[in-house]
């Protein structure tokens, strides 16, 4: 079964920039989209950004787009968020997670992903 750890949260100003990173293991790992989502005290786990494994295709939301970058390094079985222009309310917990419904177009919808990591705190001060 495969397990995903998530790493490079931390707690940075408004404005810095942090690379998150998720690195997967055991099983057969072969995800057809990998998903960063996040979830911040008493709101629901939201959407961030989603990048097909094999085609490398990426799709963020709209909050992120233009600040975030997904990318993934297929022979290390790592998926990585590169963060820049950080905001207070970019402050939550991430997470990443594996699409395993499978649709016509890669999902935003946490309920479509799973094997969830532990997710890793993501703090921006203003």
């Known amino acids: 079964q495969v397990q995903l750890v998530e790493s490079g949260g931390g707690l940075v100003q408004a404005g810095g920039s942090l690379r998150l990173s998720c690195a997967a293991s055991g099983g057969t790992f072969r995800p057809y989209v990998m998903g960063w989502f996040r979830q911040a005290p008493g709101k629901e786990r939201e959407f961030v950004a989603a990048i097909n494994w094999s085609s490398g295709d990426t799709y963020y939301s709209d909050s992120v787009k233009g600040r975030f970058t997904i990318s993934r390094d297929n022979a290390k079985n790592t998926v990585s968020l590169q963060m820049s222009s950080l905001k207070p309310e970019d402050t939550a917990v991430y997470y990443c997670?594996?699409?395993?419904?499978?649709?016509?177009?890669?999902?935003?919808?946490?309920?479509?992903?799973?094997?969830w990591g532990q997710g890793t705190q993501v703090t921006v001060s203003s």
């Open positions: 997670g594996i699409q395993n419904i499978i649709r016509a177009t890669m999902s935003r919808r946490a309920a479509d992903f799973g094997a």
